[in-house]
Nanobody, 126 residues
């Protein structure tokens, strides 16, 4: 079964940037959608962004939560079996544990994903 590992989290100032990586082992990501989701203290896990698989009909299409549109960019490098989340103009409200997850194309809600990474902490504070 595929294992997903996130990396790249840390502490950044408001307005700063951070890039998260999600790398798979034990399987490939190219036939699955990969989502980034986050969970802040006391809040439910929510979708941040998603990129679809290399499948014909929905190849590479992306989706972003309204709260991060224009600031975050999701991308994938199938040769490296890795998905990235470039986060710019970070705000304190972006503080959360960020998870990557694997699912079928167009997955969005947490229950729609079938495999998860361990999470990486992103803290945005002055």
């Amino acid at each position: 079964q595929v294992q997903l590992v996130e990396s790249g989290g840390g502490l950044v100032e408001p307005g700063g940037s951070l890039t998260l990586s999600c790398t798979a082992s034990g399987g490939t990501l190219d036939y699955y959608a990969i989502g980034w989701l986050r969970q802040a203290p006391g809040k439910e896990r929510e979708g941040v962004s998603r990129i679809n698989s290399r499948g014909t009909n929905t190849r590479g299409s992306t989706l972003y939560a309204d709260s991060v549109k224009g600031r975050f960019t999701i991308s994938r490098d199938n040769a490296k079996n890795t998905v990235y989340l470039q986060m710019n103009s970070l705000k304190p409200e972006d503080t959360a544990v960020y998870y990557c997850a694997r699912g079928l194309d167009n997955s969005w809600l947490p229950h729609e994903y079938d495999s998860w990474g361990q999470g990486t902490q992103v803290t945005v504070s002055s």
